[in-house]
């Protein structure tokens, strides 16, 4: 039996529902609370955009195949003019090598020609095989690599930080800071004595 076609539009605040339940699709290992009302402040966002794959599922219902999500930066550091950076772009395997994730890219590019902007910028995920799938396929189209982008987890970065003593100095270390609050309070106490003799006149 033929398949309906895909067709793209853009998601709405009403459609946090369906995005969340692609999120526990695509990441069932990492469940998000109060991921819903989050998606929905983000699809109003002026900076984000989604795109979503959809086909006809029957009874009026539509089934999501593929989604793209865009975040519209006004200005990127070191380049002239702002870019449209897809952040995901992901299709349902059973949809792939249909044309879906080209026309989710297609509209990509439409809203960077509707803002003006000459640069689409990817994000690929690093170092797995869905990571060499999109790498492969977006090179096809002529994306070239660009920068590298590292991500580090904040809590062992403070710490390492820290460790090597940069930061605040005296102010970024607990241990320092308590001795000099100590150093402090004990100026103040003797200040005030001080200042308490000679009102005394002793
Ligand atoms: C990479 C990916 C997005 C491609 O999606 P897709 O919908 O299969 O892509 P398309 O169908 O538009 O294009 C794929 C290929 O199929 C071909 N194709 C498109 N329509 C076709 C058709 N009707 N018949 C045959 N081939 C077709 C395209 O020409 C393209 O060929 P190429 O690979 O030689 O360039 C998809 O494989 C994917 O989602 N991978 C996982 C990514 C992921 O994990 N993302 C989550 C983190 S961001």
């Known amino acids: 039996m ?3 076609p895909v067709v793209v539009r853009r998601a709405l605040p009403s459609d946090a529902e369906v995005l969340a339940a692609l999120h526990a699709r695509l990441y069932p290992a990492h469940a998000v609370t109060g ?18 794959g959809v086909v006809d599922a029957g009874c009026g219902a539509e089934q999501v195949v593929g ?5 519209l930066t006004e200005v990127v550091a070191l380049r002239p003019g702002g870019a449209v950076h ?6 349902d395997p059973e949809w792939r090598r249909r044309g879906v994730a080209r026309s989710l890219l297609a509209a990509a590019a439409r809203t960077a020609e509707r803002l ?33 982008l590292r991500t580090a987890d904040v809590g062992r970065l403070q710490r390492r930080l820290l460790g090597s003593g ?13 001795a000099l ?9 003797q200040l005030l004595t001080g200042v ?6 002793t």
């Open 166 to 178: 940069a930061g605040a100095g005296a102010a970024a270390d607990p241990r320092r800071r308590t």
């Open 116 to 148: 003006g902007v000459d640069d689409l910028a990817c994000a690929v995920p690093a170092g797995s095989p869905s990571g060499r799938e999109v790498h492969r396929f977006l090179a096809r189209l002529g994306f070239g690599p660009a920068v590298t």
């Open 67 to 71: 989604v793209l999500v865009l975040r």
């Open 35 to 52: 991921l819903r009302p989050r998606l929905t402040a983000a699809l109003a966002r002026h900076d984000v955009e989604v795109q979503l």
């Open 86 to 91: 897809v952040e995901q772009l992901w299709v």
């Open 2 to 4: 033929a398949r309906s």
């Open 181 to 189: 609050d100590q150093l402090v309070a004990r100026r103040r106490r």
């Open 196 to 201: 308490e003799r000679r009102a005394a006149g």
